[in-house]
T-cell receptor, first 113, second 118 residues
Framework: GDSVTQMEGPVTLSEEAFLTINCTYTATGYPSLFWYVQYPGEGLQLLLKATKADDKGSNKGFEATYRKETTSFHLEKGSVQVSDSAVYFCALGSNFGNEKLTFGTGTRLTIIP | DAGVIQSPRHEVTEMGQEVTLRCKPISGHDYLFWYRQTMMRGLELLIYFNNNVPIDDSGMPEDRFSAKMPNASFSTLKIQPSEPRDSAVYFC????????????????FGDGTRLSIL
């Protein structure tokens, strides 16, 4: 079945550091891929998405490229801010038309000033 | 635009009591999902509906849990009787789907209900 393997956390970085959170997936066909972010006390919010191979999703300085050859969708940001501290979830869309998402376990990111 | 609305935001109750969580999805969305989030188990899908019909309830932990969607704008998740191990944050999410001409759409989450069973 579909699965998502996400970089274990927690991750602690200094402000303005470069961020990479790894995400790899197992799925048949051509699923859509998503990154969600969860701030304390809130629900998950869509951060970015990519629907086909080589697509790059981007939002708020974050980027992720859909790499079918390596089945990866790593999240990157060139210079993180304290306000980026949150939990990040990689997710895989279903190929079966049921709109289910398979989530990774989440990576807690803390940015220190 | 109004997002997914959940109520209550917080619920504290004693073991054995009935708990009802409520969700109003985004207007026009035809899929609705209920999740549970805990530190130990992470984010778990409990049940989801398409056009108000339950499609997959395999994630519902046991018969104490039930969910309904009487119409397109309202769903409930009920726990009866509640137990301390049910303490978690429960999220509702909605999305567009094939009946609306879409596929692989993102889910939109509410802010959750933090449930504490004493």
């Amino acid at each position: 079945g579909d699965s998502v393997t996400q970089m274990e956390g927690p991750v602690t970085l200094s402000e303005e550091a470069f961020l990479t959170i790894n995400c790899t997936y197992t799925a048949t066909g051509y699923p859509s891929l998503f990154w969600y972010v969860q701030y304390p006390g809130e629900g998950l919010q869509l951060l970015l998405k990519a629907t086909k191979a080589d697509d790059k999703g981007s939002n708020k300085g974050f980027e992720a490229t859909y790499r079918k050859e390596t089945t990866s969708f790593h999240l990157e940001k060139g210079s993180v801010q304290v306000s980026d501290s949150a939990v990040y979830f990689c997710a895989l869309g279903s190929n079966f038309g049921n709109e289910k998402l398979t989530f990774g376990t989440g990576t807690r990111l803390t940015i220190i000033p | 635009d109004a997002g997914v609305i959940q109520s209550p935001r917080h619920e504290v109750t004693e073991m054995g009591q009935e708990v009802t969580l409520r969700c109003k999805p985004i207007s026009g969305h035809d899929y609705l999902f209920w999740y549970r989030q805990t530190m130990m188990r992470g984010l778990e899908l409990l049940i989801y509906f398409n056009n108000n019909v339950p499609i997959d309830d395999s994630g519902m932990p046991e018969d104490r849990f039930s969910a309904k969607m009487p119409n397109a704008s309202f769903s409930t998740l009920k726990i009866q009787p509640s137990e301390p191990r049910d303490s978690a944050v429960y999220f509702c999410a909605s999305s567009l789907g094939r009946s609306q001409g879409y596929s692989n759409q993102p889910q939109h989450f509410g802010d959750g209900t933090r449930l504490s069973i004493l």
